[in-house]
């Protein structure tokens, strides 16, 4: 059974960038068919689609957030990492990290708290 684990800082000072990394264990980021997300609810909102990394290390992005996102991975170390760069109040979410196939996330991270605030 696969599982994810997010991680990084809980705190981020306005401007600065956001790093977070997901470990998976159970099934490999190279598997093909399978595509992994990030994914953030702010307080209070919905969640919101950022972007995700395909098995060939394709990446697409939110539109709203392109700019500023950058996805990568570690296949070595099956990992993949979120970083979002000159981060406001507004970007204050839990970061999940989840597992596609097709349409369907069938598989989630439980989830990392991150606040920016000075």
């Known amino acids: 059974q696969v599982q994810l684990q997010e991680s990084g800082p809980g705190l981020v000072k306005p401007s600065q960038s956001l790093s977070l990394t997901c470990t998976v264990s159970g099934d490999s980021i190279t598997t093909a068919y399978y595509a992994w997300n990030w994914i953030r609810q702010p307080p209070g909102k919905g969640l919101e689609w950022t972007g995700v990394?395909?098995?060939?290390?394709?990446?697409y992005y939110s539109p709203s957030l392109k700019s500023r996102t950058s996805i990568s991975r570690d296949t070595s170390k099956n990992q993949f990492s979120l970083q979002l760069l000159s981060v406001t109040p507004e970007d204050t979410a839990v970061y999940y990290c989840?597992?596609?196939?097709?349409?369907?996330?069938?598989?989630w991270g439980q989830g990392t708290q991150v606040t920016v605030s000075s």
């Open positions: 989840a597992r596609r196939y097709g349409t369907n996330i069938g598989s």
């Open positions: 990394i395909a098995p060939d290390g394709s990446t």
